[in-house]
């Protein structure tokens, strides 16, 4: 009969959407932690197997992977995470490995590759990135923004975590991570490295919308309590 036929297409097709959709999914940007890289209704595809197969999330959440596959999570990478004190998402960038070191002074931030002087100037040298020394030792300064779209706005007025960050090594299947938008993000700064079964995807593309002047100049808004100040839309 026809209805059976029918039935038997819905059947197949949501069979074959829950599949799919267990390897490649598309999220839409709600908040503006990653400004100007992605804005609020920006949409990202993801994908769930370069950083290996995670159990998908399905309105709820499993941290745990199926295939583990950390060697696929690079530095600079934007990845879908669970934020380890609820039950959401979050899209951040990947600024530290595990075993590298970190730190922030003023706002800026220091990455040591490996937690090894060695290493971190080898690095700097083959992607032409500026040394600094700092608490005895040698450090990349603010390797990001000379590839990617960070920024600071130096009114802002935020806590201390956004300006300063103890040198502190990542453990051992642990990730850092950092929005673009670094005095309007709550990331690793706050909760601390991200465990590898807490990351679910990995963006492979980005459909920005158009953007007008007027929504790049929403991003930041005028306080008149505060007149020398500007402070950020949260």
């Known amino acids: 009969m026809y209805w059976r036929r029918s039935l038997k297409l819905v059947m197949v097709l949501m069979i074959l959407f829950l599949f799919l959709g267990s390897f490649v999914r598309l999220y839409r940007v709600s908040d503006i932690s990653m400004n100007d890289t992605l804005m609020d209704g920006d949409l990202v595809w993801v994908e769930n197997l370069t950083a290996g197969f995670h159990i998908p999330s399905w309105g709820f959440y499993i941290d745990q992977h199926l295939w583990d596959r950390e060697e696929g999570i690079h530095r600079g990478d934007l990845l879908a995470f669970r934020h380890p004190l609820d039950r959401r998402l979050y899209l951040k960038r990947c ?107 990995r963006v492979f593309w980005i459909w920005q919308r158009p953007r007008s002047l007027e929504e790049m100049a929403s991003i930041r808004h005028f306080d008149p309590k505060h007149p020398n100040v500007i402070r950020q839309k949260y």
């Open 95 to 201: 600024v530290a490995l595990p075993g590298d070191r970190v730190m922030e002074k003023n706002k800026n931030f220091y990455l040591q590759i490996g937690a090894d002087p060695a290493k971190t100037r080898a690095f700097a040298a083959r992607y032409r990135l500026p040394l600094v020394r700092s608490e005895g030792s040698l450090w990349l300064l603010n390797p990001y923004q000379h590839f990617f779209n960070v920024r600071h706005d130096p009114t802002v007025v935020g806590p201390k975590e956004l300006i300063d960050y103890p040198p502190t090594i990542i453990p051992p299947h642990r990730y850092f991570f950092m929005g673009d938008y670094r005095d309007n993000s709550t990331d690793s700064r706050f909760f601390g490295p991200v465990p590898y079964d807490y990351i679910y995807y």
